[in-house]
T-cell receptor, first 116, second 115 residues
């Protein structure tokens, strides 16, 4: 069964500092990996995805993520955090070669608080 | 990306009643999904809404409690039946397209409170 772990419930960072949100995954085959962000009282917004190719993926709002197959990780990063980046971040995985390959499995979420 | 709307955006209901949530997409999509997000928690997939056939439910969710309709490629409904306070959650609709490596796009959610 596929699974995702986000080991940190909350990440605090000062505005202007680098931001990292950690994610590790478990699938039997090659994964498709996604990051979503949820602002208060709103639905999830898609940030970026890894399907194949370059391990460094660039997405919306200056975010990027690095796929590391040996460490089964897909950490989300932003070089310089903004107060407006404060939100709830979810990592998700799917195994496209499984019979239920359309199913997304989400991590528990990490709350990011960027302080001015 | 698809534009997804949900109705209602929020509701407060009495236990024992039922609520039907609507999800409308501005384009035809292959896959539609319904998720539940309990307070302070992650998203859990309830079911995949299949056009022209019965929904496919995940473990722990049953059709009698969460009946789903998918009459066409742009619309779906989820009913939360015989509600209890434990059903208080945000319910989210999402859509995906096989041709786009199935990244899913989410509606704004329906915040349900059951008293």
């Amino acid at each position: 069964a596929q699974s995702v772990a986000q080991p940190e419930d909350q990440v605090n960072v000062a505005e202007g500092n680098p931001l990292t949100v950690k994610c590790t995954y478990s699938v039997s085959g090659n994964p498709y990996l996604f990051w979503y962000v949820q602002y208060p009282n709103r639905g999830l917004q898609f940030l970026l995805k890894y399907i194949t190719g370059d391990n460094l993926v660039k997405g919306s709002y200056g975010f990027e993520a690095e796929f590391n197959k040996s460490q089964t990780s897909f950490h989300l990063k932003k070089p310089s955090a903004l107060v407006s980046d404060s939100a709830l971040y979810f990592c998700a995985v799917r195994d496209p070669f499984k019979a239920a390959g359309n199913k997304l499995t989400f991590g528990g979420g990490t709350r990011v608080l960027v302080k001015p | 990306s698809a534009v997804i709307s949900q109705k209602p955006s929020r509701d407060i209901c009495q236990r024992g009643t039922s609520l039907t949530i609507q999800c409308q997409v501005d384009s035809q999509v292959t896959m539609m999904f319904w998720y539940r997000q309990q307070p302070g928690q992650s998203l859990t997939l309830i079911a995949t809404a299949n056009q022209g056939s019965e929904a496919t439910y995940e473990s722990g969710f049953v059709i009698d409690k969460f009946p789903i309709s998918r009459p066409n490629l742009t619309f779906s409904t989820l009913t939360v039946s015989n509600m209890s306070p434990e059903d208080s959650s945000i319910y989210l609709c999402s859509v995906g397209d096989r041709g786009r490596h199935n990244e899913q796009f989410f509606g704004p959610g329906t915040r349900l409170t059951v008293l």
